[in-house]
């Protein structure tokens, strides 16, 4: 009889362990189709924003071709149709061509070499924002 409760106690602990794996096994195939899911739309959530970026790129430097045609062309309100034209068009064009990605690698290069005024002007942004959101 001792005999039988042991088998049977070993057949339970089996039976245990088998379930025990495949819950875990569930668990770990669950886990994963979440972290597809959820890497697929940070894909597409990035893929957006880029398409995003570049199109306000492309409006900005449309808008500065427009100002340099539609603008004064001669005398000093000329110069400074022209030069806010081209920053305009050259700001535009760096924004398409770069897109959201470029540009933050360009932020993380400036941040690199010159760490203690991007963290001065962090800290002035983030005062200003408190200020304007305190109020």
Sequence with gaps: MADKAKDAGTTLVDKAKDIA??????VKQAASAVGDAVGGAATNAGKTAEKWTSSAGSGIKNLGETIEHKGPQEGMLGNATRAVAS????????????GLSGMMDDVTDVVRRHPLPAVLVGIGLGFLLGRTLGS
Excluded: F, M, N, V
């Design 87 to 98: 920053t305009l068009e050259d700001t535009g064009r760096y924004i398409e061509q770069e």
């Design 21 to 26: 794996s495949q819950a875990g096994d569930k």
